[in-house]
């Protein structure tokens, strides 16, 4: 309840709480302690998921705009990708793990195969793991455009990939 006042998440104390029930659990077994004090302990409820709230078209449009002004070498890539985010969805993981292959032109969808985060590509986070995702007229001739421009154009290379090493973006 301590975490809980400080502003700790419902499911970080509910997840604190798991390890210390099962490090009890284990003493427990080892006669090591008596009983399992976790078990008297209320669990906090879960947190209720606000609405999302999406970017209006001027705010997607704003952001884009900003990266752009800023001006240095990944803000092209940036901008593409804020753009891509707001008329997606997808998450910046999901984008980031995006390869030439997945992008169906002439389906105008895009293929969600893997996510990158924290250095490593793993399968997307979505319950639905795999899925494709509409692609907009817009943001099909604004990644055409940087197709056309990059350097990483074979199809196992990543859309979103650093301008001059094509790396994933960190």
Known sequence: SAKAKA????????????LLHSVYEYARRKGWAKRNPCGDVDKPEPAQHA???????EELEAVVR?????????SPTLALMYLAAGMTGLRMG????I????????????????????GEFTTPKSRRGSRSVPLADELAGELERHYQGSEFGGDDDLAFAHPSTGRPLD
């Open 7 to 18: 502003g700790t998440s419902p499911k970080t104390v509910r997840n604190a709480l798991a």
């Open 94 to 97: 999901e984008l980031i793990g």
């Open 66 to 74: 900003a990266e752009r002004e800023h001006g240095d070498a990944l």
């Open 99 to 118: 390869r030439w292959r997945d992008v169906d032109w002439p389906a105008a969808r895009v293929r969600v195969r893997q996510s990158y985060v924290r």
């Open 51 to 57: 609405d999302i709230r999406f970017l209006e078209r």
